[in-house]
């Protein structure tokens, strides 16, 4: 079946820290790929996103995503994040062409001020 | 634009009661969609629509049941609300191939 896996479920960092989310899909076509994210008490935001080209896609708030294929993989990073990025970071797939998004868990991420 | 609104942001049922969660839509999209976010498991999908008049379910939709008779609106019906339906329900719409932009969520607790 087609799964997303986040092996993070809670991270926790200190502000100026680098950060790295995995994610990790079990597809066999060609996908489409996303980052959303969800502040405490808000509704999913998009991070970024991949469709094709350059696998390094950058996204809102400094964040940056890199695609590989070989890896069926679509790691989240920020080389330092900040107080204000604690929120629940979701990883979603679909196949290119069809509609029904896939999410993983999520990984809760805690930033100390 | 308002972009996905939803209706209400939360609601205490009973066990048994019935209850409609509304959505609706600016962005003149085709695409609808509802899902539940319970606590560790992410979101699943219970229903979408590729349009007005065309419904399809998705993972988790036993208890459900939606309708699309306008493009703006599609809204999630529960006929006999249970417990295991405890949760954050999420309505997010988009063009075809594209980002889905989602609503604020309605909270529902069902005791």
């Known amino acids: 079946a087609q799964s997303v896996s986040q092996h993070n479920h809670h991270v926790i960092l200190s502000e100026a820290a680098s950060l790295e989310l995995g994610c990790n899909y079990s597809?066999?076509?060609?996908?489409?790929l996303f980052w959303y994210v969800q502040y405490p008490g808000q509704h999913l935001q998009l991070l970024l996103k991949?469709?094709?080209?350059?696998?390094l896609v950058k996204g809102i708030k400094g964040f940056e995503a890199e695609f590989i294929k070989s890896k069926f993989s679509f790691n989240l990073r920020k080389p330092s994040v900040q107080w204000s990025d604690t929120a629940e970071y979701f990883c979603?797939?679909?196949?290119?062409?069809?509609?029904?998004?896939?999410f993983g868990t999520g990984t809760r991420l805690l930033v100390s001020p | 634009n308002a972009g996905v609104t939803q209706t209400p942001k939360f609601r205490i049922l009973k066990i048994g009661q019935s209850m409609t969660l509304q959505c609706a839509q600016d962005?003149?999209?085709?695409?609808m969609y509802w899902y539940r976010q319970d606590p560790g498991m992410g979101l699943k999908l219970i229903y979408y629509?590729?349009?007005?008049?065309?419904?399809d379910k998705g993972e988790v939709p036993n208890g459900y049941n939606v309708s699309r008779s306008t493009t703006e609106d599609f809204p999630l019906r529960l006929e006999l609300a249970a417990p295991s339906q405890t949760s954050v329900y999420f309505c997010?719409?988009?063009?075809?191939?594209?980002?889905?932009?989602f609503g604020p969520g309605t909270r529902l607790l069902v005791l």
């Open positions: 997010a719409s988009s063009d075809a191939g594209e980002t889905q932009y």
């Open positions: 597809y066999g076509g060609t996908v489409n």
């Open positions: 979603a797939v679909t196949l290119t062409g069809f509609q029904k998004l896939v």
């Open positions: 629509s590729v349009g007005a008049g065309i419904t």
């Open positions: 991949y469709f094709s080209g350059d696998p």
């Open positions: 962005m003149n999209h085709n695409y």
